[in-house]
């Protein structure tokens, strides 16, 4: 069983931004990949960007490269940070955990969040 608790949702006016946190806590695999998905009203959950521990990187820039995904793996924590926000980038966000078998491509265990609003206003 794993944990996720998140935090930094909110409204923000267009060009603003926010950063969102997600702590992790309980059954955490040695191969692991975290990060954010975001749904929209009326649309499906996507993935807007996740990092393994394993990854050379710490950070990773979203496909809309605005946000940046960041994560640091001695708290278990997830950050997304989301700058120039704009009106579509509303959506619920929510933290996500992937427990990978030793093989690294296949999941055990997925793990969500209970999902943060954020509310980008013109």
């Known amino acids: 069983q794993v944990q996720l608790v998140e935090s930094g949702g909110g409204l923000v006016q267009a060009g603003g931004s926010l950063r969102l946190s997600c702590t992790a806590s309980?059954?955490?695999?040695?191969?692991?990949?975290m990060g954010w998905y975001r749904q929209a009203p009326g649309k499906q959950r996507d993935l807007v960007a996740s990092?393994?521990?394993?990854?050379?990187?710490n950070n990773k820039v979203s496909a809309n490269g605005r946000f940046t995904v960041s994560r640091d793996n001695a708290k278990n924590t997830v950050y997304l940070q989301m700058n120039n926000m704009r009106p579509e980038d509303t959506a619920v966000y929510y933290c996500?955990?992937?427990?990978?078998?030793?093989?690294?491509?296949?999941?055990?265990?997925?793990?969500w969040g209970q999902g943060t609003q954020v509310t980008v206003s013109s």
């Open positions: 309980g059954n955490i695999f040695g191969i692991n990949d």
């Open positions: 996500n955990l992937k427990n990978y078998y030793f093989d690294g491509r296949r999941v055990r265990d997925t793990y």
């Open positions: 990092i393994g521990n394993g990854d050379s990187t």
